[in-house]
């Protein structure tokens, strides 16, 4: 069995294992244990019941070109939204315009692009999906790959 503690390390409000020089084993107990310090390095190998081996905390490192959930998390919730707005034009058939809106738009239904499809030939544009800039650019260049005339601006939260 080999042990080598240095520092102080401890191990419960009132118990305190103070390492010295050349002490291993010496334990402080009761209220005068109060000042605990902090662990500085241990190495511990011990074989039997309730012993272990302690080891540097690994802290989780992402790999190049993947980044960890949180920062997924952080860059979404940081990221301004963006809305894709479909013009009137007069040479497209509404069908078309409801097909395109389906194909182009995930989660897309045909009551929304129907809705979607009246209230830019009504009011002369119509707001398609509210999203992060660069699926909001995708989303046009698509909706203009169809023939469809689209454009993105920033979501103000206004009207």
């Keep these: 069995m080999e042990t080598a503690i240095c520092g102080r390390l401890a191990l419960a409000p009132t118990t305190l294992f ?3 020089s050349g002490d291993k084993h010496s334990v402080s107990k009761g209220p005068h244990a109060s000042n605990r310090g902090v662990l500085m390095t241990m190495s511990t ?3 039997g019941k309730g012993g272990g081996v302690l080891d540097k905390p690994i802290i989780e490192k992402t790999t190049p070109g ?9 860059s979404k919730k940081m990221a301004p939204p963006y809305r ?12 078309y315009v409801v097909q395109v809106l389906m194909k182009v738009i995930p989660g897309m239904t045909v009551d ?13 544009l119509a707001v398609v999906i509210v999203c992060a800039q660069a699926d909001a650019e995708q989303h046009c260049m698509q909706l203009r790959g169809n023939g469809l005339l689209s454009s993105v601006e920033p979501d103000g939260g206004g009207c």
Excluded: C, T
């Excluded at 894709?84 to 069908?95: A, G, Q, T």
């Excluded at 929304?112 to 002369?124: D, L, W």
């Design 18 to 20: 103070n390492s010295l």
């Design 45 to 47: 190998s011990v074989v």
């Design 66 to 74: 993947r980044e960890s959930e949180f920062d997924l998390r952080k």
């Design 84 to 95: 894709v707005i479909l013009h009137n034009d007069n040479f497209n058939k509404r069908e």
């Design 112 to 124: 929304n692009a129907v809705n979607i499809m009246q209230e830019a030939h009504i009011n002369g």
